[in-house]
């Protein structure tokens, strides 16, 4: 048990060292908050019809920009950040040390909270002052938004431990991991809306989790009767649920088999 | 004294990569209080014994023990024992945005015998600089840090690994005589070094690989055969030339050239061969 307790303890520290550093590196905190705020005000300001009665793209934008923004902070922040740590020395170092590796994941976790909830309380803020975008009303939303950004954040920052294995170097990370974002923010119905998208673009995107995201996102800050506007007709919060437990589950799988602390 | 104990023992160790076998059949034993420098050329699987020894590495057969533990060994016994190391690497870049004194503070919850912060930071000389961000420190003085994270958790055992890389030689002394302390304190140190002077001035024993082997453990004044290798004396004659003898006994030619010369005997010095000839040589002879 007070192995257990120790780790936590550690990992706490961690999260906190790890928060530091985060805000003193400008260019990291510019990347994860400011870029999607900017995105949401270029996306808003072009983009603002109808895309069904009484949702304007600007609200649908929005929705999808908070999904991405937990993809943003877990996976992209971790894929890219893990194996410039591992280049610095940095995860070498530590496993140098009886530091708990439990601490260390911690901590990560601790971090990714931090720039997520930043970067979800900034764009609530501009889209609801700018962009139209509705604050739903205390009830069933809320609860769907707590448990949608809880497995989101878990599922994107697994997955971010997991491909940290890939990039071969801390400079190749942000090359190869950031396209990949890109990508599935196309398919899965942040740019554009998802059922306007072809039909293999559709599918592509619903095996990855930032689909089911923006879908559950979607449910939170739009009217309950743009559910038939879905692909499906409907919001689909249970398998929501389900792809993404699945996900976080063969994250961690992956991230326990494939975690490398050495460069080479 | 109690009999030394051995800290480090390693038998018949052995770590290939692919068709490279890296590491070959090598015997160590490094003993408790001791300053032990690993010398050898790149690729001749000096790091991958260390790396070995510090537990990064797995090897593929011999016998380890470090501090009476298996380093292959995973889980929380691994982290008591890594409790009771501090390892100092080459070329480490990490925590650029903390400062001095943020990273040592941080470094020490990780320990269970924490070192007093402000002492540590004095010792290693960091004092003017506990409130800077590490990016602003100069080379010599981020090495300085990586010492200070490597002694934090007051360890039994340090692996240094090519410490004073970078440093002016006013700086190499001042960390040399930082080593020297921590060895009247009862550390066991192993070092690895491609400075030979370095290995000279601070350790007891220094071990040479090559090609995977330890090819001879010695003390630096007796490596190689050093205490009787010929040593050299120079000296002007009267016609200025500049003339040299070499002798396995340089005291009889001096006391040769003492009857010669009325006084001072011109440019006059005796050479012995330093560590580093001794060294290249031997690292010649074995390729």
Redesign the interface.
């Known amino acids: 048990m007070s ?1 257990v307790v120790q780790a936590l303890r ?1 990992g706490v ?2 999260g906190i ?1 790890e928060i ?2 985060f805000n ?2 400008r260019e990291a905190v510019v990347f994860t908050i400011a870029f999607p705020v900017i995105l949401l005000f270029i996306f808003g300001s072009i983009f603002d019809d109808e895309i069904a009665p009484s949702v304007t793209f600007s609200q649908y934008f929005v929705a999808g920009m908070i999904a991405s923004g937990l993809v943003n902070s877990g996976f992209q922040n971790l894929a890219i950040t893990i194996p410039m ?1 591992r280049d ?3 995860l ?2 530590l ?6 590796i439990s601490s260390y994941f911690i901590g990560k976790s601790i971090q990714v909270a931090y720039s997520m909830s930043l970067q979800i309380v900034l764009l609530l803020f501009f889209g609801s002052l700018f962009f139209g975008l509705e604050i739903p009303e205390f009830g069933a939303k809320w609860l769907a938004f707590a448990w949608i950004v809880l497995l989101g954040s878990l599922s994107a920052t697994v997955l971010g431990i997991a491909f940290s294995s890939v990039p071969k170097s801390g400079r190749a990370a942000s090359a190869v991991v950031s396209p990949i974002v890109i990508i599935l923010q196309f398919f899965s119905g942040v740019f554009f809306v998802f059922s306007q998208l072809p039909g293999w673009m559709q599918q592509f995107a619903a095996i990855f989790p930032l689909k089911w995201l923006t879908q559950g996102m979607r449910y939170v800050f739009l009217p309950d009767s743009f559910a038939t506007q879905e692909v499906a007709g409907e919001f689909e919060l249970g398998k929501i649920a389900i792809i993404l437990t699945l996900w976080t589950i063969v994250g961690t799988l992956i991230a326990i088999k494939t975690f490398k ?2 460069r080479r | 004294m109690p009999p030394a104990k051995n800290v480090i023992q390693v038998k018949g160790l052995r770590k290939s990569y692919g068709s490279l076998t890296a590491v070959d059949s090598l015997d160590l034993t490094i003993e408790e209080g001791e300053i032990f420098a690993l010398l050898g050329p790149n690729g001749a699987g000096k790091t991958t014994t260390v790396e070995i020894l510090e537990g990064y590495r797995s090897r593929d057969c011999g016998e380890v023990s470090v501090l009476g533990f298996d380093p292959a060994t995973r889980g929380d016994v691994a982290n008591a024992w890594r409790d009771r190391i501090g390892i100092v690497l080459q070329d480490s870049a990490d925590g650029a945005d903390l400062t001095v004194e943020e990273s040592i503070s941080h470094f020490s919850k990780y320990y269970s015998r924490r070192r007093d912060l402000d002492q540590l930071i004095e010792a290693v000389g960091l004092d003017e600089k506990r409130k800077y961000r590490v990016h602003t420190l100069s080379g010599g003085q981020r090495r300085r840090l990586d010492v200070a994270l490597g002694l934090v958790g007051t360890p039994e055992l340090l692996f240094l690994d090519e410490p004073t890389t970078g440093f002016d030689p006013q700086a190499r002394r001042a960390f040399w005589d930082l080593i020297k302390t921590l060895k009247e304190d009862g550390t066991t140190i192993l070092l690895t070094t491609h400075y030979l002077d370095e290995a000279e001035a601070l350790a007891d024993r220094v071990g040479v690989i090559t090609e995977g082997k330890l090819i001879e453990v010695a003390t630096p004044a007796t490596l190689g055969g050093r205490e009787q290798a010929l040593a050299m004396v120079s000296w002007r004659d009267e016609s200025g030339v500049l003339r040299e003898e070499s002798a396995v006994d340089p005291t009889s030619i001096l006391r040769r050239l003492l009857n010669e010369f009325d006084g001072e005997i011109p440019a006059l010095s005796v050479k012995r061969p330093t560590l580093e000839e001794i060294y290249l040589r031997m690292i010649g002879q074995s390729r």
């Open positions: 192995r550690i520290n961690r060292l530091k550093q003193r590196a740590e610095s020395g940095a070498k170092r496993r140098g040390t009886p530091m708990p602390w050495m």
